[in-house]
């Protein structure tokens, strides 16, 4: 039996009935609908965004009007998203009517466009702390001179172990203090804040909406999208949205070149969900 339910600005409205609403089946969800082509003896496959009807019923008045208004928001432009237990990807509620309406009872048809075309499951985070680096990292030279040696970039590890049928996304956070601007190379990507950070500030990177958040020490909420490193786009050397080539089981180098502590979270992509 599947957990499902929506999310939007950080609440949580579910389907399984704890909410006094229930998705039935969800069987539109299941499996996949790519749109396919054939050219040179080989199928093209393009993952677009597409249609689903999803059948809800309610207990009492109060959990229809609840989706109701969650469905209104999503067509303002606030993102929405929708769980299937461990996957999840954004949608719009773009059509919403009634099938039944009883007193105590209700049943709608709801008409939800998926908007990223794949369903997204996050991996186990990393976390890579400062001082985890190996003791030699930063050595004093030898002699009584006014310098030591530099430091050198650590490395560390990002291993895959679920499944994806795309590239992996990478979420990734930095946590300050940074008193350079932080940056890490995995498979031959520069991945670069160009800024520093105070004790208490973090940046989280979103790839999936493509934000950078800055949350400072006090609570409040920047966006510091400007600061991300992109080069000349992607697959050019210095892209932060950069995702990696999905390899089941294996083990990406992190050349890690910064003072503050990063998590990344690899975000797998399936074109299918059960």
Same mark, same amino acid.
């Given at each position: ?12 409205? @579910? /389907? ?22 054939? !050219? ?13 009807? %999803? ?16 469905? !209104? ?17 954004? %949608?719009?509620? %773009?059509? =919403? ?8 009872? @209700? ?75 932080? @940056? ?19 940046? /989280? ?22 600061? /991300? ?16 080539? =999905?390899?089941?089981?294996? @083990? ?23």
């Amino acid at each position: 039996m599947n957990t499902v339910w929506i999310e939007q600005a950080g609440k949580r409205l @579910s /389907l399984d009935g704890d909410d006094g609403l229930y998705s039935q089946e969800t069987l539109d969800v299941r499996g996949y609908a790519p749109d396919t082509g054939v !050219q040179a003896r080989s199928v093209l496959v393009s993952t677009p965004s597409r249609q689903v009807e %999803v059948d809800v019923a309610a207990i009492g008045e109060r959990p229809m009007l609840d989706l109701l208004r969650v469905g !209104q928001a999503s067509l303002s432009g606030i993102t929405t998203t929708l769980h299937v237990d461990d996957h999840y990807q954004r %949608v719009a509620v %773009v059509k =919403f009517t009634a099938d039944e309406v009883r007193p105590r009872y @209700s049943r709608a048809k709801l008409v939800l466009q998926l908007l990223d075309g794949v369903w997204l499951r996050d991996g186990d985070t990393v976390t890579m702390r400062t001082g985890d680096q190996a003791a030699d990292v930063q050595l004093d030279h030898p002699y009584d001179l006014p310098y030591d040696y530099g430091r050198t970039a650590a490395q560390r590890f990002l291993r895959l172990t679920g499944s994806s049928s795309a590239d992996v996304l990478l979420r990734i956070r930095l946590i300050g203090p940074a008193a350079s601007a932080p @940056s890490m190379t995995i498979n031959g990507n520069v991945y670069r804040y160009n800024a520093t950070l105070a004790a208490g500030e973090s940046v /989280l990177v979103d790839p999936v909406d493509r934000t950078a958040v800055k949350t400072d020490a006090n609570g409040g909420s920047h966006d510091v999208f400007a600061e /991300l490193e992109r080069g000349d786009g992607l697959d050019r050397g210095e892209y932060f949205f950069q995702p990696i080539p =999905f390899v089941a089981d294996r @083990s990406y180098p992190v050349v890690f070149d910064a003072d503050c502590d990063v998590e990344i979270t690899p975000i797998y992509r399936e074109v299918g969900l059960w």
